[in-house]
């Protein structure tokens, strides 16, 4: 068995989608050792200058990983000395085109002949040097890490004990079920059906809890008590929906 599909099949045992537990480890690893040892190194460095950070939530994991662990700020202020070197540079550069630049007619004009690229997912708010020319290092990090165990996850799934151990799981949330299911469109139709078929049983399920969660709250049922899983169905939903959320390590503390 390879490692990928061990590391999978114990992550089956703990609560929780098995590839959010398995990305987030990924991910929390990538800032221990940054913090550990990797603040100073150039290529490091240059992945994080090239995302101008982090994203929101990395950056804060980040920042509350080193004052929990060391109880201290070094590494963090040393990265972000650097950061802070290049936006100002940025701004001092654009505030000196912007003097020597024409009136705002003819900057309107060229800007609507220029190239177009403004979508739905792009953020219209940009200027040179001011946002990531990456996105965030740990985000990619962490997808990748999911897209090698969703390939793991769907050869694993070929086999019976492989299904029999991830049907005692939490199961996949939708991001990551989508991503798997995507793997296994064209591969593996079997994996497919069975994945599907294995997410709608759940998703029933926890449709039915949801609902006596919602009937119980009314006055007239209020004496009918809830089950465990009814009591946690809307934070079982909103995992679903949005994937786990690691608090620094664990995926266990969800309250509910
Ligand atoms: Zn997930
Ligand atoms: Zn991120």
């Known amino acids: 068995m390879s490692w990928g599909l061990a590391n999978l099949k114990h992550a089956m045992r703990e609560p929780g989608c098995p590839l959010c537990r398995l990305q987030r480890e990924a991910e929390k690893r990538y800032l221990d050792n940054l913090l550990w040892e990797n603040v100073n190194d150039p290529a490091t460095r240059e992945q994080w200058a090239a995302g101008l950070g982090f994203c929101p939530r ?110 005692t799981s939490d199961g996949l949330c939708l991001p990551h079920l989508r991503m798997a299911l995507v793997r296994a469109q064209d591969r593996a139709p079997g994996v497919f059906v069975w994945l599907a078929t294995d997410a709608n049983r759940r998703l029933q399920r926890l449709l039915g809890n949801l609902r006596e969660y919602i009937r119980k709250h009314d006055w007239n049922y209020r004496d009918e008590t809830m089950s465990p899983e009814e009591r946690r169905a809307w934070i079982r939903a909103v995992a679903f929906f949005a994937g786990e959320v690691e608090s620094d390590g664990s995926l266990d503390d969800r309250s509910g």
């Open 58 to 167: 990395h950056a804060w994991q980040l920042q509350r990983l080193e004052a929990r662990r060391y109880g201290d700020g070094l590494g963090n202020a040393i990265l972000y000395e650097d950061l802070l070197q290049r936006v100002i540079s940025a701004l001092e550069a654009l505030a000196r085109e912007a003097a020597g630049s024409p009136p705002p007619f003819y900057r309107r004009l060229a800007r609507s002949f220029r190239p177009g690229s403004s979508s739905d997912t792009e953020d219209p708010d940009r200027l040179p040097g001011l946002q990531g020319r990456q996105r965030c290092r740990v985000c990619r990090l962490g997808q990748e890490t999911a897209q090698a165990y969703a390939e793991w996850l769907i050869e694993g799934l070929e086999e019976t004990d492989v299904r029999a151990r991830y049907e």
